[in-house]
């Protein structure tokens, strides 16, 4: 076996495994690769990656094998059939999945006899090198602190806490937000141009507005904490609000989804408000209290 300290296994050669592979080997580190399709390995190999011909041999190589997946089904999928080579191994898990999914991955593994680690990546696409990614791990601290220097090159390190599945809560928290944005910016883009104008011109003012948006995360989340908070004025102004870019998206053929069900959470946090006696916040609606609370 390779030396613990600078040799991995990747396993999962899709974009994000292909750019992790070249961050270990530009930092020095020895990497074994194994992927489905055997011919993404090709380019590893030319970068200077060693191909192992089966999964065994790719888990026989190293001790920490760093899984790049589209989810945790196909970590069943390619590690079951070689199983009993597990034991002993850390397997640092860095594909998306649901928490869940996560804590389930774990206990398999470990009743396999080996260690695990989650990870979320935050990377600007798939450049991991980009300033503004990092990687959310969890899972036992010990483990992580064992192995976080080899798995550094990745990107920077936020460690967060042993619950397996918290890497993941945190990343989907984040790409809960993430995937509404990009949308959003894709029906306001269409609606500048649809109109006849410039999307260069706008885009300057979506960036400045943006700035305001670390002041509402710090307000809402205080509130966030104390149960959410909301006054009906606000609530039928968002309403309103809501109508007008659903016409402003129609006058020019535009899709207005989104912000048919950003109204539809207004309205049904009015309603809720007038069936309450009190004005009920779309964090509420969003099920953060429960009914027995
Ligand atoms: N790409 C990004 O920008 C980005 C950014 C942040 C996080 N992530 C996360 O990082 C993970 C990997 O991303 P990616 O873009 O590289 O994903 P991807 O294009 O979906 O590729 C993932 C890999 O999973 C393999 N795979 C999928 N199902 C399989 C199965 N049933 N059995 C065996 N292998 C299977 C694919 O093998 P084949 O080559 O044989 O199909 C491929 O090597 C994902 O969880 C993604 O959400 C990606």
């Given at each position: 076996m390779s030396d613990l300290r600078r040799s991995v296994t990747v396993i999962g050669l899709g974009p994000m495994g292909r750019a992790m592979v070249a961050a270990f080997l530009k930092a020095g580190v020895e990497v074994t690769v194994w992927n489905?399709?055997?011919?993404?390995a090709d380019a590893m190999v030319q970068l200077g990656a060693r191909r192992a011909a089966t999964v065994a041999e790719a888990l026989d190589a190293n001790a920490v094998v760093v899984l790049s997946l589209t989810h945790y089904a196909a970590m069943y999928d390619v590690l079951g059939p070689a199983a009993?080579?597990?034991?002993g191994k850390v397997i640092a898990n860095l594909s998306s999945d649901s928490p869940g999914q996560a804590r389930r991955g774990a206990a398999w593994l470990r009743q396999h006899g080996a260690e695990f680690l989650s990870g979320g990546v935050m990377s600007v696409g798939d450049n991991?090198?980009?300033?503004a990614s990092y990687i959310f791990y969890s899972g036992p601290r010990a483990v992580f602190g064992a192995h976080a220097e080899l798995l550094r090159p990745l990107s920077p390190q936020e460690y967060l806490g042993p619950d397996d599945g918290l890497a993941q809560v945190f990343y989907q928290g984040l790409l809960t937000v993430f995937h509404p944005w990009l949308l959003a910016f894709d029906q306001a883009t269409a609606m500048i141009a649809r109109s006849g104008h410039d999307i260069a011109q706008f885009v300057p003012f979506a960036v400045r507005s943006s700035a305001a948006f670390p002041y509402f995360m710090e307000q809402f989340s205080v509130e966030n904490q104390n149960g959410g908070w909301a006054d009906v004025a606000g609530l039928r102004m968002m309403d309103a609000g809501a109508q007008h870019i659903i016409d402003a998206s129609a006058e020019v053929g535009v899709d207005a989804t989104l912000s048919h069900t950003a109204q539809a959470f207004w309205r049904r946090a009015v309603a809720a408000s007038a069936a309450a006696g009190r004005a009920v916040s779309t964090f509420e609606l969003m099920g953060a209290i429960s009914e027995n609370s």
């Open positions: 489905r399709s055997p011919e993404k009993d080579r597990l034991r991991i090198e980009h300033p």
